[in-house]
């Protein structure tokens, strides 16, 4: 809710509220209809009108608005309405428009955020990335699937959705500010219950640090889950996807070169990130099992990675990997889920065993 009669501050704070995704009720003076007034999300008062808000019922959410930074009774009447922040425009704007923008959107629990990097080449990360955002959604989570490798070939063509319609990262290559986070999901993809952020087909498109934090920032604003799929290699941008992660999975095969190969990636990932853990995939060679990887990466080992038979005869098919429930990735998937489904929660996760064996 807006209250003022200034009309070049009405215009200011209207702009505020179109960057934040938000509509705004304006008013020129407190409402009279009763319990309008602490329904508002959140209450913008302009310095014009402090006086006409006097005696309204305390609540939080207010906020004094104006721009005469010497106005040596802003803070009385700041105390006389109750409002928890005085603002002076235009230093206050990028602040205040966070402010509209979780009013509109509503503060919740964060989405527990879970990124996947393989250990090397062909490990499997995109997959398993896949199969974990297909089973939570398919669980009921809200779900978004992000797409962070521009040479992984699009994580949309593992839904079977390249043709979908929908917005890519070409499309907020150039964020900086604020993404609604409605906004985004609104305006993905939507493929197998879930929303799916992937690359285009055009010419590659390198995605700043402000614009992964931007859309990342979205994503988890919404709650449920987001996975991400990492390449192995850390710039700016993966730094800043690695930074807003809750956990991050390495994919690891069960062989001596990709061991040493996933060492320079988890170096380069454990930097940043401060918590990472193993998924091992068999099959292994001599002597090497899921214990082994993870104990000679020094890292914690979430499981074995099960190789479903005709996986690839079911993307084939269109069916995405972990789409068929019954099959031994998804069970993976789903223990993981259930046992790691809210931060706070994942010092509890064990070892994931899940039955089917490997390949």
């Given at each position: 809710?807006?209250?003022?009669?200034?009309?070049?501050?009405?215009?200011?704070l209207l702009r505020l509220c179109a960057a934040a995704g938000a509509?705004?009720?304006?008013?020129?003076?407190?409402?009279?209809?009763?319990?309008?007034?602490?329904r508002a999300p959140l209450v913008l008062v302009g310095d014009d009108?402090?006086?006409?808000?006097?005696?309204?019922?305390?609540?939080?959410?207010?906020?004094?608005?104006?721009?005469?930074?010497?106005?040596?009774?802003?803070?009385?009447?700041?105390?006389?309405?109750?409002?928890?922040?005085?603002?002076r425009l235009p230093d206050s704007e990028g602040w205040l428009v966070?402010?509209?923008?979780?009013?509109?959107?509503?503060?919740?629990?964060?989405?527990?955020?879970?990124?996947?990097?393989?250990?090397?080449?062909?490990?499997?990360?995109?997959?398993?990335?896949?199969?974990?955002?297909?089973?939570?959604?398919?669980?009921?989570?809200?779900?978004?699937?992000?797409?962070?490798?521009?040479?992984?070939?699009?994580?949309?063509?593992?839904?079977?959705?390249?043709?979908?319609?929908?917005?890519?990262?070409?499309?907020?290559?150039?964020?900086?500010?604020?993404?609604?986070?409605?906004?985004?999901?609104?305006?993905?993809?939507?493929?197998?219950?879930?929303?799916?952020?992937?690359?285009?087909?055009?010419?590659?498109?390198?995605?700043?640090?402000?614009?992964?934090?931007?859309?990342?920032?979205?994503?988890?604003?919404?709650?449920?889950?987001?996975?991400?799929?990492?390449?192995?290699?850390?710039?700016?941008?993966?730094?800043?996807?690695?930074?807003?992660?809750?956990?991050?999975?390495?994919?690891?095969?069960?062989?001596?070169?990709?061991?040493?190969?996933?060492?320079?990636?988890?170096?380069?990932?454990?930097?940043?990130?401060?918590?990472?853990?193993?998924?091992?995939?068999?099959?292994?060679?001599?002597?090497?099992?899921?214990?082994?990887?993870?104990?000679?990466?020094?890292?914690?080992?979430?499981?074995?990675?099960?190789?479903?038979?005709?996986?690839?005869?079911?993307?084939?098919?269109?069916?995405?990997?972990?789409?068929?429930?019954?099959?031994?990735?998804?069970?993976?998937?789903?223990?993981?889920?259930?046992?790691?489904?809210?931060?706070?929660?994942?010092?509890?996760?064990?070892?994931?065993?899940?039955?089917?064996?490997?390949?």
């Amino acid at each position: 809710m807006i209250v003022t009669e200034d009309a070049d501050l009405l215009d200011d704070l209207l702009r505020l509220c179109a960057a934040a995704g938000a509509v705004p009720e304006v008013r020129h003076g407190p409402p009279e209809e009763r319990g309008c007034w602490e329904r508002a999300p959140l209450v913008l008062v302009g310095d014009d009108a402090a006086s006409r808000c006097r005696g309204v019922p305390r609540r939080r959410g207010v906020m004094l608005v104006g721009r005469d930074h010497d106005d040596p009774d802003v803070w009385r009447s700041a105390v006389e309405i109750g409002a928890e922040y005085v603002l002076r425009l235009p230093d206050s704007e990028g602040w205040l428009v966070d402010q509209i923008a979780n009013a509109a959107e509503g503060v919740g629990r964060s989405a527990l955020t879970v990124g996947v990097l393989g250990g090397r080449g062909g490990a499997g990360a995109s997959t398993l990335a896949c199969a974990l955002a297909v089973t939570a959604a398919r669980s009921g989570r809200r779900t978004m699937l992000i797409d962070g490798d521009p040479l992984g070939g699009g994580i949309d063509v593992l839904l079977g959705g390249e043709e979908a319609e929908g917005l890519r990262w070409p499309d907020f290559a150039r964020s900086k500010g604020r993404v609604g986070g409605g906004a985004l999901e609104e305006s993905l993809p939507a493929l197998h219950g879930l929303r799916a952020l992937s690359w285009g087909r055009g010419e590659e498109t390198t995605v700043p640090p402000q614009a992964m934090q931007s859309v990342l920032a979205a994503a988890r604003r919404l709650g449920g889950v987001v996975v991400v799929d990492l390449p192995r290699r850390v710039d700016e941008g993966v730094a800043e996807a690695l930074a807003q992660l809750d956990v991050g999975l390495l994919v690891v095969p069960g062989e001596l070169r990709a061991v040493a190969a996933a060492q320079r990636v988890a170096a380069a990932a454990g930097a940043v990130l401060d918590d990472l853990r193993v998924v091992a995939r068999g099959p292994y060679t001599a002597g090497l099992d899921e214990e082994w990887v993870a104990h000679a990466l020094g890292l914690p080992l979430v499981g074995d990675l099960p190789m479903e038979p005709g996986l690839s005869a079911d993307q084939d098919s269109g069916r995405p990997p972990g789409g068929n429930s019954r099959g031994v990735l998804a069970r993976f998937c789903k223990e993981f889920w259930d046992r790691a489904d809210a931060p706070g929660h994942l010092d509890g996760v064990p070892v994931l065993h899940t039955g089917g064996g490997t390949s």
